[in-house]
């Protein structure tokens, strides 16, 4: 391995990775906590506990920290000089010890943030089709509701258990200094003597699966949609992330020529991959005024079609490549993009260091692996999702298959 990296495993059963980024002298870290929570409860007293953990005392030491949770995890995002990186570790200590804040006065200003999250149309969307595809499985938990947060009597120090945890930290300096400072801070930290056990696996989406969502009077209708897929470790990934973006990944892609350049049907459309912890998932989504909703669902299930009758070429193939490449070179060039896509993939149950080896991937496949894999996952029956829309708008059925 290259020795702008450093892989360790504490004794405690800590992962550290330790890299070597960049020129300015500034430390990003990201921690990943496993904490599932199997109950809407669970959920709500995680969230709390992740903002009541982000307000610490030492707040005017150079460091800046925020905690955030979902169903799976909670992600503690980290920066400061090198000068500061003691006090870093320091605060580092404070917050795997799980001991919160004042919890009232946090309490009150989550609920007011919360409650602006959630009048969000996206985010109200994203909630209801987490709902449709995951049942009553915790990926269904997007943001706790005012009354179950108002409900937790008490928030008591909870302790996180350092097996399953990563800790990614970046800097310019030395990776073994920064591993050995690492090491050296946390060596505190113990097992517990139980760990809470992981979610079930997330239920396999099935396709032809799609829900109206009336908004009566919209003059917006939204299309968001979700196929089953592989994991990025499948070794199909590649080829089929390059087939995802001939469709609608990029600009050139077919979905944006089609649907937006030359009918004029949706403001924008995207194709990208929804990855889930021990789950993948193929991601359409466009908006698209209200009264080319019909119009705009059959022009999309048409190019999904042509995706089996009009193979992707080894022009556009290239050309998905190319983007692909040079996009992923210009989003991870900066500290904290690189070090928050480092930990995604920890929250995703994946290895960090895949991220190293994905453009050699990307750069290996085959335009015959890139039509394969067209052909066999983005058929338009095996979508599901919802449409939010003025019921009048809403194609009669709802369907992105042919109706004889």
């Not at 800046?64 to 920066?79: G, I, N, P, Q, R």
């Amino acid at each position: 391995m290259s020795n702008a990296v450093v892989d360790r495993t504490l004794g405690n059963g800590l992962r550290l990775l330790a890299l070597r980024h960049g020129v300015t002298p500034l430390v990003e870290v990201r921690l990943h906590l496993p904490s599932p929570c199997p109950t809407r409860g669970a959920l709500a007293e995680s969230v709390l506990l992740a903002a009541c953990l982000s307000q610490r005392q030492g707040a005017d030491d150079g460091v800046e920290l925020s905690v955030v949770a979902d169903v799976h995890k909670m992600t503690v995002t980290a920066s400061c000089s090198v000068h500061a990186l003691d006090s870093l570790m320091s605060a580092l200590t404070e917050v795997v010890e799980g001991v919160p804040a004042e919890v009232e006065s946090v309490r009150g200003q989550l609920i007011a943030q919360l409650r602006m999250v959630r009048a969000h149309p996206d985010i109200s969307v994203r909630s209801e089709l987490a709902r449709h595809l995951f049942g009553d499985h915790p990926l269904a938990f997007q943001v706790p509701e005012d009354d179950e947060l108002a409900g937790i009597a008490e928030l008591r120090r909870r302790p996180f258990d350092p097996r399953g945890a990563v800790l990614m930290i970046l800097s310019p300096d030395d990776p073994e200094r920064m591993a050995d400072a690492v090491e050296k801070a946390l060596a505190g930290w113990r097992p517990l003597a139980r760990s809470a056990p992981p979610l079930p696996p997330p239920p396999r989406i099935e396709g032809g699966r799609l829900a109206p969502l009336p908004r009566p009077g919209a003059q917006q209708s939204r299309i968001r949609l979700r196929a089953q897929a592989v994991t990025a470790e499948h070794e199909r990934y590649p080829a089929l992330f390059l087939a995802c973006n001939v469709l609608g990944g990029y600009l050139s892609s077919r979905l944006s020529r089609s649907l937006r350049e030359d009918k004029g049907y949706v403001y924008g459309v995207t194709t990208f991959f929804d990855l889930q912890h021990g789950s993948g998932l193929l991601a359409i989504e466009a908006d698209t005024a209200a009264g080319t909703t019909s119009a705009a669902m059959e022009a999309l299930a048409a190019e999904l079609r042509g995706m089996r009758t009009r193979p992707p070429t080894g022009q556009e193939i290239q050309a998905a490549r190319a983007y692909a490449l040079g996009s992923m070179a210009t989003r991870l060039a900066p500290r904290a993009a690189f070090a928050s896509s480092l930990a995604d993939l920890a929250a995703k149950g994946m290895d960090p260091l895949w991220l190293l080896g994905f453009s050699r991937r990307l750069a290996a496949v085959t335009p015959d692996a890139v039509v394969a894999v067209a052909e066999e996952f983005l058929a338009p029956e095996r979508f599901s999702g919802v449409v939010v829309a003025d019921p009048e708008a809403l194609p009669r059925p709802l369907t992105l298959t042919e109706v004889e």
